[in-house]
């Protein structure tokens, strides 16, 4: 890759990157990985973390009793270990004349557009004050339906949110690898990758097919996304001085803040919605700026109002992209598949994913 100017960046730190391979934290690779963010500091570059590592830190201080259920030990980790962490970024940190910020969040804080706006004023002032926020999962309060996937899901909605130039995801594998184990140096949006290897670490929740899924959308929205070996401790600076490392992935044109709000919205709907296949085919077909009529929906499930996300499918129960409704779920029964009504989804609100 090419060297050029960067001015913001996140950089996700999985769980294995700064874990020892019996589960428990590694200060030293975060003293490493600070060292590297300190340098792109001193550079201009505005960075903000979004870390796992919380119920690795908690592991070394309790030992939750077995009656426990998985949530409720993941619980325990997070609560105690949280501290931890971020008390490890702090004390590097500062040594070196930088601060950090704790920013805890749920998929809940990505549902709202108001509450949206305000995490993003929030991060803005943070940076603007020249102060790296680490981002985590709230785990202490999170429950099944509203966990992220993992912490990349976490890091692409941070991305999109912050608008930033590039993604970058620290991983334990050197890049994407495909079923002989070569690294795929470049993907682009459209390459079908149902040969990747899906390599997942030992104690953190996600994948290589996660990472590759939040890739891809933050491609569409023009945001660049590269996949590292976080434990090379020199790669973040190596990639940035525009060695050809890792993974990267090729992005497309960059779209409003609005879609980018959109187009990681997985999992934060409120309903779903199926359009006929007339409107797919128009959708797909155009090449046009177009809207989301009443006369092109077949059905409208779930408890959204005015406002709020839904999801997009076809009548084969494909998933096509998503939208901010302009209806609430009663109102759009009310007009399903007549002509002549306002828009359900107005244009400006709306991301198709093809």
Known sequence: MSKQ???TIV??????VITTDDGFLDESMIKKIVDQVVALKKKGVRVVLVSSGAVAAGRALVKPPKKLNRIEKRQVLAAVGQGKLIAMYEKYLSS?????AQVLATKEDFRDRHHYLNMRSCLYALLDNDVIPVINENDVVSVDELMFTDND????LVASLLDVERLIILSTVDGVLDSEGCIISVIDTHE?????????????????ITKVAVAKRLAKIGITTHILNGKQTANI???????NIGTTFLTERRVSSNKK??????????????INSCAENLFRDSG????LLPVGIVFAVGDFKKGEIIKIINESGLELGYGRADYSVDAINKVLGKKNQKPFVHYDYLFLDF
């Open 96 to 100: 070196r004349g930088f601060h950090s």
């Open 237 to 243: 600076a190596r990639l940035i001085e525009g060695e």
């Open 261 to 274: 709000w959109l187009a990681l919205a997985r999992g934060t709907e409120h309903g779903v919605v199926t």
């Open 11 to 16: 950089i996700k730190i999985g769980t294995g």
């Open 153 to 156: 899901e976490l890091a692409g």
């Open 192 to 208: 079908k990758l149902d040969h990747i290897e899906a390599v997942k670490s030992a104690f953190g929740r996600g994948g290589m």
């Open 288 to 291: 046009k700026a177009m809207s």
């Open 5 to 7: 100017k960067i001015s």
